[in-house]
């Protein structure tokens, strides 16, 4: 592939580059300390940028993370409250890529876009290529028809009515087992032709503006599915169960001991969990050699040095924690609300930050370091201070996350739930707060969970009905009930409705 080399004053401003995998958990990578992982890519990247160990997802989920990426806002304020709930009508073309395109930026979206109710052109993507179709109203992630039509010319015959471009042949593998090898060799599996696609697009950047380019993965997402060589490019000899796996769900609650996270999973044995592990770190590393030729395409470009890159996922998977698979509403655990954030800056700085920070976050400090104003609402807070500055002061002292169901459903039809019109019992609410020290979770229609992440870092010990805890459940209960408070008044009372007979002492 001819590439264009840019010849413009070094004093242009910076471009932006966003690579995103989905599902992709904070402890895949090497430079994470994940023993059996293989991301060179990432730890070299790693190396020359700043590492936030505590980034975290508002919901664990892809529609709602997604949403809150692009728009800076929590899932209460954007609208999209289960996948394919649709965003607010009013936010259709919000986000900053609108903003960025409006300082004169090209702008360009390319692969899994999740954001239901609009569409990349209307929030600002000046042009995009490998976006998924929408069927029935879902926006279903691998099913793009492009590709689709682009495999069956290279001989490849996916099944007509499934959406995840399987093969008969791997429909039946993964009947037997949830991980497999890909009937398709490396070159015609979807990353491989997605990442194609993106340099292809960036040929087309104009030469003489700064650009805006998102490559948005669906790897590591299931089915586990995987090419060769990567489905055994992981030492199943260095590959570690979570330290939670052997105690199972023991002592979780009720709604996630009963989850199909928990059932559809609890026949594996420890060398299948091994296997579907090492199946999950071969798509990481998929995704890894993908921003390897990111990385090559721009550097023989003349682009690297001047673009501000960035790499993060919308969420994580508990693979093989607590004995639980995939992600969720119910599933506020560290594995699936934790995730990957590295970030370069052009001028070299580099460090490790521990400080806690959003998905919601990144728009707000992309648009402070490419000099973009944005003047939208949001509820993200910019961290461009701390990169490559450790003594730069936190912009959290905790992380939430929001979960909602509408009446117990999901939200695949594709129906809207506005957070003004949820009700209790009808509805359900978790939510979580994160702080340095503890992992508070509320459940409307279960019991609450509080861990001790010092003594207790794997979450296995639920406290929050011991007496001891009651000061740290009352006092993270109330930031909970203060975060929604705007939003879910109703909700909000139901998360002090406790604390407050506990303080008369009837409870």
């Known amino acids: 592939m001819e590439r264009k080399q840019v010849t413009d004053s070094v004093t242009r401003r910076v471009n932006v580059l966003v690579v995103m995998a989905d599902e992709q958990s904070w402890n895949t990578m090497g430079c994470t300390g994940n023993p059996a992982a293989r991301t060179p890519q990432l730890d070299e990247l790693a190396g020359e940028s700043t590492v936030f160990d505590a980034c975290y997802t508002p919901f664990p989920l892809c529609c709602p993370a997604r949403t809150s990426l692009w728009t800076g806002l929590m899932p209460r304020h954007h609208g999209v409250l289960g996948n394919w709930r649709p965003i607010e009508p009013q936010l259709r073309s919000a986000g900053f890529a609108r903003s960025f395109a409006d300082a004169g930026y090209y702008t360009h979206y390319n692969g899994k876009w999740h954001v239901p109710g609009t569409t990349p052109d209307r929030m600002g993507w000046a042009s995009s290529s490998a976006i998924p179709a929408v069927l029935n ?75 805006l380019a998102v490559c948005s993965f669906n790897a590591p997402h299931f089915p586990m599915s995987v090419p060769s060589p990567y489905d055994r490019i992981i030492d199943r000899d260095k590959v570690r169960l979570p330290a939670s796996w052997a105690g199972g769900t023991a002592g979780k609650p009720r709604e996630v001991r009963e989850s199909h996270f928990a059932r559809d999973f609890e026949h594996l044995s420890e060398e299948e969990w091994i296997e579907v592990t090492s199946h999950y770190l071969g798509l990481c590393a998929l995704v890894d050699a993908q921003l390897g030729r990111i990385r090559r395409y721009l550097e023989d470009a003349g682009e690297w040095d001047r673009t501000v890159v960035v790499f993060t996922s919308d969420h994580g998977d508990l693979m093989g924690a607590h004995r639980l698979m995939e992600k969720g509403h119910w599933l506020h655990y560290e594995e699936d609300l934790r995730v990957p954030l590295i970030v370069r800056h052009p001028d070299g700085r580099a460090s490790r930050n521990a400080n806690f920070v ?73 939510l979580s707060v994160r702080t340095a020290g503890h992992r508070y979770v509320f459940r409307s229609h279960d019991e609450a969970e509080l861990y001790d992440l010092v003594d207790d870092p794997h979450e296995q010990r639920n406290i929050a009905a011991v007496p001891e805890a009651a000061p740290v459940v009352a006092r993270l209960a109330g930031l909970a009930a203060d975060e929604v408070a705007d939003a879910l008044p109703a909700a909000a009372a139901l998360v002090r409705a406790p604390l407050a007979s506990t303080a008369k002492g009837t409870s």
């Open 358 to 430: 959003s998905l919601c976050d990144i728009g707000p400090t992309l648009c402070e370091v490419a000099g973009v104003p944005w003047h939208e609402q949001h509820d993200g807070r910019s961290f461009a201070a701390m990169l490559g500055d450790t003594s730069a002061a936190p912009i959290r002292d905790y992380v939430t996350a929001e979960t909602m169901l509408h009446d117990g459903r999901p939200g695949g039809d594709g129906s809207p739930f506005h957070a003004r019109d949820w009700q209790w019992p009808r509805d359900s609410l978790n």
């Open 137 to 211: 109203g879902q926006d279903r992630g691998r099913y793009i028809e492009e590709y689709r039509e682009w495999a069956a010319g290279q001989g490849y015959a996916f099944d007509a009515k499934h959406i995840e471009n399987l093969t008969a042949k791997d429909l039946a593998a993964l009947a037997r087992r949830p991980y497999a090898t890909s009937s398709l060799p490396l070159d015609a599996y979807l990353e491989t032709w997605q990442c194609d696609r993106f340099l292809e697009s960036l040929d087309q950047r104009p030469a003489d503006r700064p650009w």
